[in-house]
């Protein structure tokens, strides 16, 4: 992941998920139909109720293009 791409719900999704312990959980992912945003979704074990959910925006390749694959600063 790039810097200074942040992860919207990340924080409040690690939360969620330490509490539900050791219960079984799914996951799945869905991207937008234009593949500008993406989303991390956690289900519960019967995939009957969204526990968590994290996603972001994709970079533009204009955005991209100023930063490097390896995260590191200059």
């Known amino acids: ?6 992860i919207d719900g ?11 312990g050791e219960e079984p959980l799914r996951t799945g992912s869905i991207d937008a139909v234009d593949r500008s945003s993406w989303f991390i979704i ?16 994709r970079p533009t390749s204009m ?6 694959d390896s995260g590191a600063q200059p």
Do not use: P, Y
């Open 1 to 6: 992941m790039k810097r200074s791409h942040t």
């Open 10 to 20: 990340l924080a409040d999704s690690v939360d969620i998920l330490r509490r539900a």
């Open 42 to 57: 956690f289900l519960n074990s019967t995939a009957t109720v969204v526990v968590a959910c994290c996603g972001g925006r």
């Open 63 to 68: 955005e991209s293009a100023g930063t490097s």
